[in-house]
C-alpha cells in the first residue's frame, strides 16, 4: 500500500502521509496505481457534485466541481499544460521548445490553451447528465447496475456521476501510456524523469486492466468504442509532443492527462 500512498502524495494535494519518509526512486511500481488514485479523485468528486446539485443550479454546481477537481489535484496537470502549450508552439527547435516549458511564467499560448481546455471540460460536463434525459444512456449502461441504482437515483444523475468518476482514471492511465511508450526528453532530470524512464509496457498493460473493466462495466461494447477512440488520439497526441520535443517531460505529461479527459468527455457524446 506504500506504493499507494505515494501515487496519492504525488498526483493530489490530500493530506496522507507514507512511513518511509522520503521518496525512493525504487518505488517504481507506484504508476500501476494511477488510474485507482483517479477513481479516488473521481469518486470525491462524485459526493461533493450530487451535495452541489441539491443546493445550487446546475451551472454552478458543474464549476464549484470542476474547481474542486483543481484544488485536489493542486493545478499539477493543468500547470503543464500550459508549460507544454507554450513551449510546443511558442519555440522554434527542439532546445528553445524544452527552455521555454521550463520556464515558471506564463504566455499567452499557455492562457489560451488554459481557457480553451477548462471552457471544453465545463460544457462537457454540463451537457453530460444536467441536459440529457438520460434516455441515451439507459440503453448502454449496465443493465444490471441500472436496475439496482435507478430506484435511488435519475438517470442523469447517474450518467454524471459515472463520467466523474471515469474522467480523472483516463487521464492518469493515459500518464502511464505515454510514459510506458516513450523517453525522457530532457538530458538533465526533472520532475518526470522518474516516472518516464521507469514505465514499461508492462506497467501500461497492468494499468489499463481497471480502467478497460470499469468501461465495459458501465457502457458494455461502447464502453470499448470509447475506449479505442482514447487510445488513437491519445496516440496521437503523444507522436506530435515526440516529434516537437523528442519525448516526454513532466509537463507534457500533465498535457497528456488533460487531453485524454477532455477525449473522454468528448467520446461520451461520439459514441452514445
Avoid at 445550487?56 to 470542476?66: D, E, G, Q, T, Y
Avoid at 490553451?113 to 440503453?139: A, F, M, P, Q
Avoid at 508492462?202 to 468501461?215: E, F, G, K, T, Y
Avoid at 457502457?219 to 503523444?238: D, E, P, Q, S
Wanted: aromatic share 12%.
Amino acid at each position: 500500500m506504500n506504493n499507494f500512498i505515494w501515487a496519492l502524495k504525488f498526483l493530489t494535494t490530500l493530506p496522507v502521509r507514507s512511513k518511509t519518509g522520503e521518496f525512493s526512486e525504487k518505488h517504481n511500481y507506484i504508476v500501476f496505481w494511477f488510474p485507482i488514485v483517479g477513481i479516488v479523485i473521481g469518486i470525491i468528486l462524485s459526493i461533493f457534485y450530487v451535495i452541489f446539485q441539491y443546493v445550487f443550479p446546475c451551472f454552478i454546481s458543474n464549476a464549484l466541481v470542476l474547481i474542486l477537481y483543481i484544488i485536489i489535484t493542486g493545478a499539477l496537470h493543468l500547470d503543464g499544460f500550459a508549460d507544454s502549450c507554450d513551449g510546443i508552439f511558442g519555440g522554434w527547435n527542439r532546445e528553445r521548445r524544452l527552455e521555454i516549458m521550463k520556464d515558471s511564467h506564463i504566455g499567452s499560448y499557455g492562457t489560451i490553451g488554459l481557457v480553451c481546455i477548462t471552457g471544453v471540460r465545463y460544457v462537457c460536463l454540463l451537457c453530460i447528465g444536467d441536459y440529457s434525459s438520460g434516455k441515451e444512456t439507459i440503453t448502454v449502461l449496465s443493465p444490471t447496475f441500472h436496475m439496482i441504482t435507478s430506484k435511488y437515483i435519475s438517470s442523469g444523475l447517474l450518467l454524471k456521476i459515472i463520467v466523474l468518476c471515469l474522467m480523472p482514471v483516463a487521464g492518469r492511465w493515459a500518464q502511464v501510456f505515454a510514459s510506458g511508450i516513450s523517453h525522457y526528453a530532457r538530458e538533465t532530470s526533472g520532475t518526470g524523469a522518474f516516472i518516464v524512464n521507469s514505465t514499461t509496457m508492462r506497467h501500461v498493460i497492468i494499468a489499463s486492466i481497471i480502467p478497460l473493466l470499469l468501461m465495459l462495466f458501465f457502457f458494455r461494447i461502447k464502453g470499448l468504442a470509447a475506449c479505442t477512440i482514447i487510445v488513437i488520439l491519445t496516440l496521437c497526441a503523444i507522436w506530435y509532443i515526440k516529434k516537437k520535443i523528442g519525448g516526454m517531460t513532466g509537463d507534457t505529461l500533465g498535457a497528456i492527462n488533460e487531453m485524454a479527459e477532455i477525449i473522454f468527455l468528448l467520446s461520451i457524446f461520439v459514441v452514445f
